[in-house]
């Protein structure tokens, strides 16, 4: 059902709009219409607003940076007493809470460079350490000769012949009887570069060093530290270096762990203060046009009108004058539609949160899809056994959400509702995992086995669909009477006619029934095909051909049925030929198993299908607004910023 909406008018002091504003928030159940339109969005300004805007924003980035995304389980009851302590409407607070929020990025900004240096360092001494362990005995060797030794990065298919440049020039470099020195070992690094260790004499080392770099050589660094040969002649200082790091790496990560346990609800709560102010603010501007007073409009449900009304008085007094009225049906299109449904049908509201919400005072097709949906996705998996399968992890599952309300609750009550058909079917049908049941408990249907009678169940399936679409054709004539649109109207009804005109005429050829049909099934034709072109001519006349289309697609429900039943009976038949062993039950099990997937993944899309498709096309057209209550970011309604 979609509650009754009144339209609500107040008009009071300009002094109680604060005060009124949050008392409504507090209410919970105005939705606010925002008349004045002088205030584009963003375009409420002022030194207190703006103040604000940048520091929800910095609140936000400083969420980010911790990391911070446990939005769904804030303490309210401490954001309802921050709420109260915490003053946020002057400049000089705010510039208070600005101060502590750049002491604490500062302190987060310290903690997160202290883990990066840190996460760098040990990268950079693992391969210090490597280096050192390959390098360590050519560099002590050499320096204990009083050479020179230093690191460089080399292109692969250009090391020999650099090499050989590098021993001419020692030996052109050398004073006249000396023996020229030069020693090098290399270490791959990747597809095309190696690292080598130059020894030199000290004296011609920079000369050496020049002619490297002018060969494109590069002197070896590790983020942008310099090897100076200290760590390569000491592999035992990089272990010992490696064994401490990754503790002091942990403590940092724990004492970040720890800032974004302790602060990350905080800075959640501040920011969750700081968007509510800001949208009341904003609504203030836009209710205040200058002078002493103010006016608000807004559409509450006609069954809280007395709670809202009650409670305004008892707060304001005769501060406040309050009018209302129900909406006038030129105003049905700017009504906020709220779904008002009994508790069994309520979780069946999903199926409309997918497509935009039905205008004011049209149908409500939920209590429709709460009993044609579990009927027809029963009647597809049709097996007590698998029915009790789906019943348990329907009632696991909502046990497990706490009897929470949301999606997870609403399709846990969708299952358990399916199971409790497919097993009142699965007696129908005589099937429990297939033919087991009458196999080991001697099951018999009640009305049919499915694998048997075939064209019984094809035939109901049938008769399901016609009472399914002709019951959304009424409705759509109904819609049409309301709107005064006179062509759904004739469409709708001349559409009916056709249908059952067409069912008398086959029922009397094949003397389905002994009664003559013939002259009814005409007269039902002529009158229907005089409404369809009293409607729309040609185009009543495709509606027609397409609703008897619509009618016969719900033969799905036989054949998927009948396919669950046939695998199910192939899983026992396993056994039948493999004999009662480990394999033969564990392939039986897995085919049940790969069918009890395929039977409520299929029945729920061809559930779901023929409610959009064949049912909502005669008569569902999504034009309501959703309704929106002024409230508290509290518990579900709280959504996680982007």
Not at 16 to 45: C, F, M, S, T
């Amino acid at each position: 059902m979609i509650a009754e909406m009144v339209n609500l008018r107040m008009l009071g002091l300009k002094s109680d709009i604060k005060e009124l504003i949050e008392h409504i928030r507090d209410l919970g159940i105005l939705h606010i219409v925002e008349e004045n339109n002088d205030y584009p969005p963003g375009a409420v300004k002022g030194p207190v607003i703006e103040k604000m805007r940048f520091l929800r924003a910095g609140l936000l980035g400083l969420l980010e940076d911790l990391n911070w995304k446990d939005w769904d389980n804030l303490d309210w009851e401490s954001i309802e007493y921050l709420r109260k302590v915490v003053p946020i409407d002057d400049i000089a607070s705010l510039e208070d809470i600005e101060n502590s929020l750049v002491k604490f990025k500062k302190r987060l900004e310290e903690i997160k460079d202290e883990i990066k240096a840190l996460e760098e360092s040990a990268i950079v001494l693992k391969q210090v350490h490597h280096l050192a362990v390959y390098f360590h005995p050519f560099v002590t060797s050499e320096r204990s000769k009083g050479n020179a030794v230093s690191l460089w990065l080399i292109e692969s298919n250009r090391l020999n012949g650099l090499l050989q440049i590098l021993k001419k020039k020692v030996r052109s470099v050398t004073p006249v009887g000396q023996r020229p020195f030069f020693n090098h070992k290399t270490l791959p690094q990747g597809e095309n570069l190696s690292l080598v260790a130059l020894s030199t004499n000290p004296d011609i080392e920079p000369t050496l060093i020049e002619v490297l770099k002018d060969l494109g050589g590069i002197p070896y660094k590790t983020f942008g530290i310099a090897m100076d040969g200290l760590a390569v002649e000491s592999p035992h200082k990089t272990q010992m270096e490696l064994k401490w790091l990754p503790k002091k790496l942990a403590e940092a990560n724990e004492a970040l762990e720890e800032t974004r346990k302790e602060w990350g609800p905080r800075l959640a709560a501040l920011y969750i203060l700081m968007d509510e102010r800001l949208e009341s603010l904003a609504l203030e501007k836009k209710l205040i046009k200058g002078g002493e007073y103010f006016t608000l409009n807004a559409w509450v449900p006609r069954s809280n009108l007395d709670e809202v009304i009650s409670s305004l008085k008892e707060r304001f007094k005769d501060r406040i004058l309050i009018t209302w009225r129900s909406p006038q049906p030129e105003e049905w299109d700017k009504v906020p539609v709220l779904l008002e449904n009994p508790k069994w049908a309520r979780p069946f509201e999903v199926f409309l949160k997918l497509l935009p919400l039905p205008g004011y005072k049209s149908v409500d097709p939920t209590a429709l899809i709460a009993i044609f949906f579990p009927i027809f996705a029963g009647c597809m998996i049709g097996d007590i056994g698998y029915g009790i399968i789906f019943l348990l992890c329907g009632i696991w599952a909502k046990r497990r959400n706490g009897g929470n309300n949301g999606l997870l609750c609403d399709i846990s009550q969708i299952l358990i509702n399916v199971s409790i058909l497919s097993i009142l079917w699965g007696f129908l049908y005589g099937e429990f995992f297939g033919d087991l049941g009458h196999r080991l408990l001697h099951l018999r249907p009640i009305w049919v086995e499915r694998t048997q009678g075939v064209i019984p169940v094809m035939a109901f399936a049938v008769a399901l669909g016609f009472t399914h679409v002709t019951l959304g054709l009424i409705l759509g004539a109904y819609e049409g009477i309301k709107s005064n649109n006179k062509r759904h109207i004739y469409e709708r009804v001349g559409t009916i006619f056709m249908i059952l005109g067409i069912i008398a005429f086959v029922a009397d050829r094949a003397k389905i029934i002994q009664i003559d049909l013939l002259w009814p099934a005409l007269a039902l034709l002529v009158f229907g095909l005089a409404f369809l072109v009293r409607g729309g001519g040609l185009t009543g006349l495709v509606e027609t051909i397409g609703s008897i289309g619509n009618i016969l697609s719900y033969i799905r429900i036989a054949a998927i049925g009948l396919s669950s039943a046939i695998l199910a009976m192939v899983a026992t038949k396993f056994v039948d030929v493999l004999g009662v062993s480990f394999f033969g039950i564990a392939l039986a099990l897995l085919i049940h198993l790969l069918n009890l997937i395929i039977a409520i993944v299929g029945s729920a899309l061809h559930s779901a299908r023929l409610h959009y498709v064949e049912f909502f096309g005669k008569f569902y057209e999504g034009k309501g607004n959703n309704y929106k209550p002024f409230r508290r970011r509290r518990e579900t309604a709280w959504k996680r910023p982007y």
